[in-house]
């Protein structure tokens, strides 16, 4: 399947090196071989692969490669300044493509040596528009489809249901296993797996680490930490209050949401909730990184008690505001409310089995999945 960064990374290539980062088997490897056609003769080499990695280490490719792609390299000792001189020596002909998961995601925030010298992207699960546009079916299909099976697309594509349950089991155990132990110590990989499953019962809710840190006899600081660990591995992510002092809006209550939506456990509400942020903050990340915009997503809670699911910003602006319901159409009371005090933003009810799309109280309450097959990505 053609994923919906290929043309823009084939593009770009031509220019800078190219770092393609996100979660375990959300289909990097692919997406470098597909590209690896287009640059023929290319080379793909994985640090995990023992002749590869001889090859890495010794720099013997073909040099003729228009192409060369690295996976895992992050593995490498000292792999920040070998890719750095690979950078600078490298033939003018010869793009440079690498993959990694999220230590390398990580890293790229940390602005170190490689600053100006590549272009990042960040590839997702597949969304309502992805799936549309690659597997044809109408929007509604796309997203009962996604919500239930998830968009990576090994279970998204499997034959059987029971084939997406038997990957999404091997899929968890092999993360906190083998990813999860290289960030923290062994001993703590049982907490670690039960924190996991506890905030599996709490996508959507503000989430209170020091309530979880007295269930667990934790503190909230290595709560916090496993938290971190976890963001970085690419299993959940948060969703941060909006303010325009981002410092206050980082010392708030986050949400959490995890990028697999088999992972959750929750009612169909939930579920369809966390759906809708994972293609939200999919469409936020390929507006920062393919336009060059200052996108951000948030929720927005009042001490009252009064809250929307999400909000959409751009250059500290907000631009969105969006609210989340199964089958009722009612006008959001909250929704309203926030719509009024920000009469430059959209206010969107995103109803996933909506039976007429209605704009009441500047709210457009409209169809859920068709207004996600509009996104960005």
Known sequence: ?????????????????????????????????????????????????????????????????????????????????????????????????????????????????????????????????????????????????????????????????????????????????????????????????????????????????????RDLAVSPITLKRYLDILQALYIVFTVQPWHRNIARAILQTPKVYFFDNGLVNGDEGIRFENAVACMLLKHVHFRQDAKGKAAGLHYIRTKDGAEVDFALSEDLRLTHLIECELADNTLHRALAGFAAKFPETEAIQLVRDLRQPEFRASVNITDAAQWLAALDA
């Open 1 to 213: 399947m053609k994923r919906y960064l290929d043309d823009l990374i084939a593009i770009d290539l031509e220019r800078k090196m190219v770092l393609v980062t996100g979660p375990r088997q959300v289909g990097k490897t692919t997406l470098c071989r597909q590209l690896m056609a287009r640059f023929t003769p290319s080379q793909y080499l994985n640090w995990d692969v023992a002749p590869d990695r001889a090859i890495l280490q010794r720099q013997s490719w073909n040099p003729r490669s228009r192409l060369l792609a690295m996976d895992e390299i992050h593995k490498m000792p000292g792999w920040k300044n070998w890719l750095k001189g690979l950078v600078d020596g490298r033939l003018p002909e010869q793009a440079l493509l690498v993959t990694g998961s999220a230590r390398m995601e990580t890293w790229r925030q940390s602005g170190d040596s490689l600053a100006g010298r590549y272009l990042p992207f960040r590839l997702h699960p597949i969304s309502v528009r992805e799936w549309c546009e690659q597997q044809g079916g109408s929007p509604a299909s796309a997203l009962d489809h996604l919500i239930q099976r998830g968009g990576f697309p090994e279970p998204c594509l499997a034959a059987k249901p029971a084939d997406a349950e038997r990957w999404r089991r091997q899929y968890f155990t092999d993360l906190i296993r083998e990813d999860v132990v290289e960030f923290s110590r062994l001993h703590e990989i049982n907490t670690m797996r039960l924190f996991v499953e506890m905030l599996r019962e709490r996508v959507g809710s503000p989430l209170s680490l020091a309530s979880i840190a």
